[in-house]
């Protein structure tokens, strides 16, 4: 079973896979004293900066309603938008009548996981995306060079220090990975990805889950990423 401390750092890695900052055991100046967050995220949307502050209970008994109404006042005082209290020991009834039609969130850590888990599978799936289309645009840029240019045509070639050879196979496995995000996020599975071509290169992989399809395309940006390191252009 895990400790109290070993509890907050599951539920800030739990925020920070959603995208957000989570700092364990950060310090807030309130309007009235100082307060210790067990957790204390941060994130900016709509062009606004958002706090939360999650209070992490690993103890035997029930939290009751003096445990909701201290975290209700901690968020007040300090600005907090929402406020979340974790324990895996349940919540007295008296809980849920104090947090009801407020800003305060009960749960255990692994519920929280449960209903984040498609909000953690996008963030994961948009955070692929970028670091291909950052590869791509690399690739592109640093990668080839002009040989001649027309009125309506540019002929390029691989730079000089550059893997010819596997160049095209980086392209393809980048533009196959593009293709399968975009139709999952059309909502289509299975969708296909590329498998270890240096071994077979006929290789591909379906993916039929969400869990799946992160991992392998996690896999293809990695991939990726080692060959671009590995490249000397110029």
């Given at each position: 079973?895990m400790d109290w401390k070993?509890?907050?750092?599951?539920?800030?890695?739990?925020?920070?896979?959603?995208?957000?900052?989570?700092?364990?055991?950060?310090?807030?100046?309130?309007?009235?004293?100082?307060?210790?967050?067990?957790?204390?995220?941060?994130?900016?949307?709509?062009?606004?900066?958002?706090?939360?502050?999650?209070?992490?209970?690993?103890?035997?008994?029930?939290?009751?309603?003096?445990?909701?109404?201290?975290?209700?006042?901690?968020?007040?005082?300090?600005?907090?938008?929402?406020?979340?209290?974790?324990?895996?020991?349940?919540?007295?009834?008296?809980?849920?009548?104090?947090?009801?039609?407020?800003?305060?969130?009960?749960?255990?850590?692994?519920?929280?996981?449960?209903?984040?888990?498609?909000?953690?599978?996008?963030?994961?799936?948009?955070?692929?995306?970028?670091?291909?289309?950052?590869?791509?645009?690399?690739?592109?840029?640093?990668?080839m060079c002009d040989v001649?240019?027309?009125?309506?045509?540019?002929?390029?070639?691989?730079?000089?220090?550059?893997?010819?050879?596997?160049?095209?196979?980086?392209?393809?496995?980048?533009?196959?990975?593009?293709?399968?995000?975009?139709?999952?996020?059309?909502?289509?599975?299975?969708?296909?990805?590329?498998?270890?071509?240096?071994?077979?290169?006929?290789?591909?992989v379906r993916c039929t889950?969400?869990?799946?399809?992160?991992?392998?395309?996690?896999?293809?940006?990695?991939?990726?990423?080692?060959?671009?390191?590995?490249?000397?252009?110029?």
């Amino acid at each position: 079973m895990m400790d109290w401390k070993q509890y907050q750092e599951e539920a800030a890695a739990l925020f920070r896979s959603l995208g957000f900052k989570a700092e364990v055991n950060h310090v807030v100046e309130g309007v009235r004293s100082k307060h210790v967050i067990d957790v204390y995220v941060t994130f900016d949307r709509w062009g606004l900066r958002h706090t939360w502050i999650v209070e992490c209970k690993r103890h035997a008994r029930p939290i009751t309603k003096a445990d909701v109404e201290t975290l209700k006042s901690i968020a007040s005082e300090i600005g907090a938008s929402l406020a979340f209290l974790l324990s895996e020991s349940g919540f007295q009834s008296g809980a849920f009548d104090a947090a009801r039609k407020t800003n305060v969130v009960l749960s255990s850590l692994e519920e929280l996981r449960t209903k984040s888990r498609d909000d953690v599978m996008r963030e994961a799936l948009i955070a692929l995306e970028n670091r291909a289309l950052a590869l791509k645009d690399k690739i592109f840029r640093e990668f080839m060079c002009d040989v001649e240019k027309g009125c309506d045509y540019i002929t390029r070639r691989v730079r000089d220090g550059v893997d010819g050879e596997r160049f095209y196979s980086m392209i393809g496995s980048i533009a196959m990975l593009n293709v399968a995000l975009d139709d999952v996020r059309l909502g289509y599975l299975p969708a296909t990805l590329p498998g270890d071509f240096d071994k077979d290169p006929d290789a591909y992989v379906r993916c039929t889950t969400l869990d799946q399809l992160v991992a392998e395309s996690n896999r293809v940006v990695q991939r990726v990423e080692k060959w671009v390191a590995k490249q000397s252009p110029r």
